[in-house]
């Protein structure tokens, strides 16, 4: 999948961009850190805008381009921010059989958004996950932290509905 | 180097350790197609068109020859059913991702996957046809076009680039989705982009191409109510023959400007004329920022991907930049200014076209603060393989034009202006300038041999009427960089540099007839065509700028001295600072 490139507005705060600047500073001395400093900058924002892949890029002194070949290549980079209320489907191999697709194309129905993507107001993102080891609640999804199991699409609606408030 | 034995097909060869099967088999005289392969720019081995069979314990595998080194006693087979097979598939498996429409693809005849797949006897096109993927063409930049559904992934723009320490392209996701592009699948244009082609003439198929003007040139010829000027630069007389199967290195400078005369232009200069004139302006301003302080060291200014580079990476720097317009520019605003004036044409109705080795010359003409009669100084610049393909249209036959003389009088040039297309050309030039204007007297020899040459950075000393001048002549912008830290820095000794943006100078351009793999990897091109300048240079009559009795007629009637308050609104120039991000 080429991945998708999030259309919400970057909305960094000063004290990010400090935390991220500490990490540059003490790894601008090595080209090969890049990755590190990526991981962390992921870590600090959640995903690796324009606007992060940029100040990583002048930072370390390493063009763009290189940047985001290394965040397009692995899966852990995401392009795209993390919503307030994160839908992680399993797509592992019993919570496959058991039906995931139809909740991650019930959830795209629901949210508007699709795989790996974000609400324009931030409050949803979705992304299918592996194995997270609950296969005897099959088909699983979590939201942030909550696990919910043994899943039909009809129930979609309802999860939805309990964090729209 | 210590020896090594092998066998090649059975046959015994010493060769050095440590070469690779690829090298080794050349000494052999076989040749190992490559597809990826880049000498010393790009040996990745990701291609696997090389393979070849290896010899081992458990039974001869194949091996990619590109990257594999030989050692004592190693069995190599280059020709065998299974490498033929091996080859075969690789091609057919390249195929079933690729756009098949050859017929109007602008490399057909010079596409090194098309001829490949004739050798090997690709026979079913689709025998993988499977799902394809479909990419947007990116058009973003002013001077070329990024067709990845031609694309087979070679990566050999990719190290192109950073060979030219640019890196405005890479290779974005993986597998499947696997593309050349760059960051945030922006176009070309959002990021700094210097414009040098490299990208292009190493591109092994359609997939890069410089934007084409020849239409556009034509229906000028065409129009009645235009007075269509030509003018080529100096390296097309010794590469454009290449275009017509004509060995690399033959001056082809007497067909070239018969094929001119034929394509209908009205007049055909040469282009050595401005560079003549780019030596009198910009030898003057190095004199007068030596003598009256002025930011040194001077850097030439002739090489538009050179000033891009500059501007970009090294903006605080653009105040070294010669003030001096490229021969180019300086050739369409002569023309539109005193030559329209001298033959009474309306310059509105003039339409300049250059022929150029260069596809940084194409944003080059539509930059601010180059219109000196208040038209663009220059309409369109083509590039050498633009100006072949337009002689090929005209149904031109090439090999039986004569020998015909460039129109006068802007046809005149010196070996000053002809070695303008060699890295280190521009320098001897103005040497050649310099030291006559500093000691008044007459040079005893012409030659300042310590400049010339392919190497990428070349520097010399020289005493020239009690001045002592250090300069240097650097080629390829990786080497560019190395030279601009210290000019930053406030370390570089230099008065005077020279700097071309392609590795070997003009000759070697973006815009230049495109060469396989093949014969890039094991001919020297830029010294090749180099020579050939040189050699142009030694037999000409005249041999120095100020010699030149077009450059001493514009000066009288029109300029009157080089650096003159006339000769700087129109043959001078700015230059602006930017970032690594355009918009």
Redesign the interface.
């Known amino acids: ?3 998708k ?1 999030s259309k919400n507005p970057f909305n960094g705060t000063p004290e990010q961009e400090a935390k991220l600047m500490a990490v540059i500073e003490e790894s601008k001395h090595d080209k090969s850190l890049l990755m590190h400093v990526m991981q962390e900058a992921q870590g600090i924002y959640g995903y690796l805008p ?1 606007e992060v ?2 100040m990583i890029a ?1 930072g370390m002194n390493v ?7 290394v965040s ?2 692995y899966a852990q980079f995401s392009l795209s921010p993390k919503g307030e209320y994160n839908f992680s489907v399993c797509l592992g191999t019993a919570c496959y059989v058991k039906g995931a697709q139809e909740l991650i194309d019930k959830l795209e129905e629901v949210l508007g958004i699709g795989a790996k993507e974000c609400t324009p107001d931030g409050k949803f993102s979705l992304e299918d996950c592996r194995c997270i080891g609950a296969c005897g609640l099959a088909p699983v999804i979590t939201v942030n932290d909550e696990v919910y199991g043994k899943l039909e699409a009809k129930d979609i609606p309802g999860i939805v509905a309990k964090y729209q408030a | 180097m210590e020896m090594v034995n092998i066998k090649i097909n059975g046959m015994p060869f010493s060769v050095p350790g440590g070469v690779t099967i690829l090298e080794a088999a050349r000494y052999a005289g076989i040749e190992i197609p490559t597809l990826c392969y880049l000498k010393e720019i790009n040996e990745i081995g990701a291609c696997r068109f090389c393979m070849v069979e290896v010899a081992g314990p458990r039974g001869n595998r194949l091996v990619s020859s590109c990257v594999f080194p030989v050692n004592e006693g190693m069995e190599i087979f280059t020709n065998t059913q299974k490498v033929h097979d091996s080859r075969r598939t690789t091609l057919e498996l390249l195929l079933s991702a690729h756009d098949r429409k050859c017929l109007s693809c602008v490399r057909s005849g010079s596409c090194e996957l098309q001829k490949l797949c004739l050798e090997y006897g690709v026979e079913n096109e689709s025998r993988y046809d499977g799902e394809k993927p479909q990419w947007e063409i990116d058009a973003t930049a002013t001077h070329m076009v990024r067709d990845n559904n031609k694309c087979i992934l070679c990566r050999r723009c990719v190290a192109a680039c950073d060979n030219q320490a640019i890196s405005v392209i890479g290779a974005n996701a993986r597998g499947f989705d696997t593309h050349i592009g760059s960051a945030f699948e922006m176009g070309l244009n959002s990021f700094s982009c210097v414009e040098c082609g490299q990208c292009i003439v190493n591109c092994p198929t359609g997939a890069l191409y410089e934007k084409d003007d020849t239409k556009a040139v034509f229906d000028a010829i065409n129009d009645p109510d235009k007075f269509v000027i030509v003018n080529t630069a100096p390296s097309i007389r010794v590469t454009l023959g290449e275009c017509f199967g004509y060995k690399v290195g033959t001056n082809v400078t007497g067909k070239m400007a018969a094929a001119l005369h034929r394509l209908g232009f009205n007049k055909v200069f040469d282009t050595d004329f401005s560079a003549d004139l780019t030596i009198m302006e910009e030898g003057t301003e190095l004199l007068h920022r030596i003598k009256e302080g002025g930011a040194l060291p001077l850097i030439t200014s002739c090489s538009p991907g050179w000033v891009n580079y500059c501007e970009h990476y090294f903006p605080e720097q653009i105040e070294n930049l010669s003030s001096c317009k490229s021969p180019q520019q300086m050739f369409g605003a002569v023309m539109k200014t005193w030559y329209a004036q001298k033959m009474n044409i309306d310059p509105a109705s003039i339409v300049v076209v250059a022929v150029m080795p260069c596809t940084a010359k194409k944003g080059e003409n539509k930059r601010d603060d180059q219109a000196a009669s208040g038209f663009a100084d220059v309409d369109y610049s083509i590039t050498t393989r633009e100006l072949a393909s337009m002689i090929k249209t005209a149904g031109i036959n090439f090999d039986l034009l004569p020998d015909e003389q460039f129109d006068n009088p802007l046809g005149e040039g010196t070996g000053a202006g002809v070695i303008f297309g060699a890295t280190g050309g521009v320098m001897e030039a103005a040497l050649r300038y310099a030291a006559e204007a500093l000691t008044g007297k007459e040079l005893d020899s012409v030659d300042f041999t310590e400049v010339r040459g392919t190497e990428g950075i070349k520097e010399a000393t020289y005493t020239v009427g009690g001045l002592e001048l250090k300069v240097a002549a650097v080629s390829g912008l990786k080497n560019a960089q190395t030279i601009m830290e210290k000019v930053k820095a406030g370390t570089c000794e230099y008065q005077f540099i020279e700097v071309m943006a392609c590795p070997g100078g003009c000759v070697n351009g973006g815009g230049q007839p495109i060469q396989p793999a093949s014969v890039r990897n094991f001919v020297d091109l830029k010294g090749i065509r180099g020579q050939a300048l040189y050699e142009a240079d030694k037999n000409l009559p005249l041999r120095k700028s100020q010699d030149n009795p077009a450059i001493k007629m514009v000066y009288d009637e029109f300029f009157g001295e080089p650096g003159s308050h006339k000769a700087h609104e129109i043959l001078h120039t700015s230059y602006v600072k930017k970032s690594l991000y355009n918009d």
């Open positions: 999948m080429v991945k490139i324009f892949q940029k002048d063009p763009i381009e290189k940047v985001y070949g397009t290549f």
